[in-house]
């Protein structure tokens, strides 16, 4: 995790990790098209299934750090400044999560 | 989900709701002591799957409700308070997100 | 996993396991009330939510278990009796399956 | 879900109905591509995690909808033809189901 930035540096706090997240993306997007050529190949199923979970696990991992960067950064941006707008950056993140934890 | 408490007022986020995660969780045990018992009584195991599944929900709907809470006092407190303490509320904050994303 | 068992031996896949399933669930239902507990107690928020991952795991750790019984002799006896009953018990486990997977 | 197929039309379950899964997973395809573009236009982060969990909710879908095809076909063909085959068959699909309930 990294240290907290301070507010004028990053507006979204991944933007100072955009690179990282970009290359991240760009992976998944690869696995993504992985898959689809596994199915066209007509591989084996359970191939299949590995790699739909091995992308899945890949996909929590970015969400994860960008919940991490929204904390340190709009959230606790936010915080700082008082007001109903971290009330609103906070319920925003816990829906979030809620969503990440079901799906 | 819960307006920001005042840091005074609570220490845990969630103890001003202390006795509503407490009759959750004391339904939750009884949920876990019925699954106990549907298998001692060897009851079909779709059954048994069904109430597996709705015991998980509920104590994710808990655990996103400490969650909230906990950024809402523990989290927003140290950020106001400034210092060391924030990053580390905020590092633990995201730790448990992830054991909650992958559990 | 446990070995394919024959049609007669057990009705229902996990009997032949209940003992350890009875087990498993008797400390799955002592962790949520150390659940209970550390609410009860004021603790801390992050110490909680980690109790919570540790029993979701759990409970999913019996599930699978539950479900590879039921494959390996609820659908296996189905498939092997033909008819109709094969189709609906394989559909009863893809859902049990989603709502594992959902949850 | 489908209903059983005879062993001779598909060799692998999904393959009956390749189509729609390579459409479902062309989709999913574009869905990463989108995350990553809105990563590299800077956009709010929790717009960016709802995409993620509604990219990981159509990964599950398409997961499940493999495993009933395999359940259907692959596991249900080698259950008919008996033999070591079937036993394995059997535990790939619990470790498969266990990858993606903890994925």
Same mark, same amino acid.
């Given at each position: !995790?990294?240290?907290? !930035?301070?507010?004028?540096?990053?507006?979204? /706090?991944?933007?100072?990790?955009?690179?990282?997240?970009?290359?991240?993306?760009?992976?998944?997007?690869?696995?993504?098209?992985?898959?689809?050529? !596994?199915?066209?190949?007509?591989?084996?199923?359970?191939?299949?299934?590995?790699?739909?979970?091995?992308?899945?696990?890949?996909?929590?991992?970015?969400?994860? /750090?960008?919940?991490?960067?929204?904390?340190?950064?709009?959230?606790?941006?936010?915080?700082?400044? /008082?007001?109903?707008?971290?009330?609103?950056?906070?319920?925003?993140?816990?829906?979030?999560?809620?969503?990440?934890?079901?799906?």
């Amino acid at each position: !995790m990294r240290p907290l !930035m301070s507010a004028d540096h990053a507006h979204h /706090g991944y933007i100072s990790d955009k690179e990282r997240y970009l290359a991240r993306l760009k992976r998944i997007e690869g696995q993504a098209r992985g898959i689809h050529r !596994m199915v066209d190949e007509e591989q084996y199923c359970i191939d299949i299934l590995t790699q739909i979970s091995a992308l899945t696990s890949a996909l929590q991992g970015v969400a994860v /750090g960008l919940l991490d960067d929204h904390l340190k950064h709009c959230v606790t941006d936010a915080v700082r400044s /008082g007001g109903d707008v971290a009330e609103q950056k906070l319920d925003e993140a816990t829906q979030a999560i809620a969503r990440l934890v079901r799906s």
